[in-house]
């Protein structure tokens, strides 16, 4: 891995460990018949993040290190146990691939999570944990034996126990890195396919309060510049958009206070797209604003901002502005970050335009569906389903570092309004999107998905809210 630098360390490792696993972990898909071994660890073996010392040196495993100069090429990872080694390994190797739209976007998630990793046992327990669900889930765990899992659930309470610690030291030099633990265990609740409330939005309400927080740490600058910190904040843009879309959607006030998006005190004024979300940055505001008028469409209870024509006007303002940059892109399609498009190829390129049109249109069907209280048949949701359905078939499909990698809620908000042969669609999209990345929150969305069919079928359930409402359920599809 060339993407970043670890300072060296003293010892040299003299003769080389036996392989953290078995057999190795390749991207692409596995054949039919092949077996994956599982990590060759006793899990009541302890964590180390450490080795053993010895009046004779240092050991790793059952191999002597011994004390070499400086300038010595060594392993990054020589401090590592084998099963720290192991996992951290299968990040670099297979998680962040699948969940990495392109090579770069993996090598910016390693550049930034590995090695503040080797330096927080806190963002290791918690990047350890990421690891593991993914390894596991391709062993065949499911979501719920996932949750269970001993390993799994001592990593994320070591990663949890350390986070708690390290944020009563408000060390605005670690602010990053606690941010950076903060994404990795949401990851882990969404990704293990949490859906009870308290869950993967515990941890997005925690990234929340310490951006919030840090501004009143010693020796904070907002014109500071964190290459780190503007990835987080990408990331956290790009997820608060989402979760604005759920149906308990954000927490009161959320929407007020940070207004519009800024990123290390800039205002990001070049629409771009982005090569992380798959989507023009200019739509993530609009998903904002949908889910703000969804919420009060919804809202039965309290005082809501807007009267009844109010949200007419702004479901038929929004749906024209879609349009607009649907129209507008088939002539002028938005452009890449600099530096980013020389690394695609034409296939990767017409793949990232396609999905920009998958999320337009599911921000159509949320407009229709939610704001205007379209019917699930009406033309123009339909409409809406069989493109984003269209379009997510065309994609290239291989294990990782493809857009496809992101359309788990595209395909979730398609198939809450699919009807027929579409529902098929949609089951063997997400199986196959399953069968190769490895998720097993895709393999979730496709248990919500049927039981939600089951519902409205039986006549239980006539939209996807009252579903979740009636279900008690907080499911995020990521």
Not at 173 to 190: N, Y
Not at 246 to 269: I, K, M, N, V, Y
Request: aromatic share 8%; net charge negative; glycine share 4%.
């Amino acid at each position: 891995m060339n993407s970043f630098q670890v300072q060296p360390q003293p010892p040299r490792v003299t003769a080389p460990p036996p392989p953290a696993i078995e057999e190795s972990l390749p991207v692409e898909q596995p054949s039919a018949d092949l077996m994956l071994q599982d990590l060759p660890i006793e899990i009541e073996d302890p964590l180390a993040l450490v080795p053993t010392s010895s009046a004779d040196g240092l050991f790793l495993e059952d191999y002597e290190i011994d004390f070499f100069p400086l300038f010595t090429p060594v392993d990054p990872f020589v401090n590592l146990g084998t099963l720290d080694r192991s996992l951290l390994d299968h990040f670099i190797n297979g998680t962040s691939h699948v969940i990495s739209c392109h090579s770069k976007v993996q090598e910016d998630v390693c550049r930034v999570i590995v090695p503040a990793a080797l330096q927080s046992p806190t963002l290791f327990y918690a990047t350890a944990a990421l690891s593991a669900i993914h390894h596991k889930s391709r062993l065949g765990f499911g979501s719920d034996t996932l949750r269970q899992d001993p390993l799994i659930s001592r990593l994320l309470s070591n990663s949890l126990f350390g986070l708690q610690s390290d944020l009563l030291e408000k060390n605005v030099d670690k602010s990053s890195v606690l941010l950076a633990t903060i994404r990795t265990l949401f990851l882990c609740e969404v990704h293990a396919g949490g859906d009870r409330p308290g869950t993967w939005r515990a941890h997005f309400e925690g990234a929340k309060a310490l951006m919030l927080d840090i501004e009143s740490w010693a020796g904070y600058s907002a014109k500071q510049r964190d290459s780190t910190r503007y990835f987080l904040k990408r990331w956290y843009n790009m997820t608060e958009s989402f979760v604005a879309l759920t149906t308990d959607g954000l927490a009161s006030g959320q929407l007020a206070r940070f207004g519009p998006r800024t990123l290390d005190g800039d205002e990001e004024e070049k629409v771009y797209l982005d090569e992380y979300a798959g989507f023009a940055t200019d739509l993530t505001p609009i998903f904002r604003e949908i889910g703000a008028a969804a919420w009060e469409r919804r809202n039965d209870v309290q005082p809501t901002i807007l009267e009844e024509g109010d949200l007419d006007e702004e479901a038929a303002s929004l749906a024209t502005c879609i349009w607009a940059r649907l129209d507008e892109q088939k002539t002028q399609p938005p452009k890449f970050r600099p530096g980013v498009e020389e690394q695609l190829s034409a296939r990767q390129k017409a793949d990232f335009l396609s999905c920009n049109q998958i999320w337009h249109h599911m921000a159509l069907i949320y407009i229709y569906r939610r704001i205007s209280s379209h019917a699930a048949t009406s033309p123009p949701v339909q409409s809406s389903v069989k493109t984003i359905l269209a379009c997510i078939e065309s994609l290239t499909a291989t294990a990782g570092l493809t857009p496809l990698v992101v359309m788990t809620t595209p395909l979730f908000a398609a198939g809450c309004e699919a009807q027929g042969e579409d529902r098929d669609r949609v089951r063997v999209l997400l199986r196959n999107m399953f069968d190769l990345l490895h998720i097993p929150n895709i393999h979730r969305s496709l248990e919500v998905l049927e039981s939600f069919w089951a519902s409205t079928e039986r006549g239980e359930a006539q939209d996807w809210d009252s579903f979740m409402h009636a279900q008690h359920w907080d499911f995020l599809p990521y």
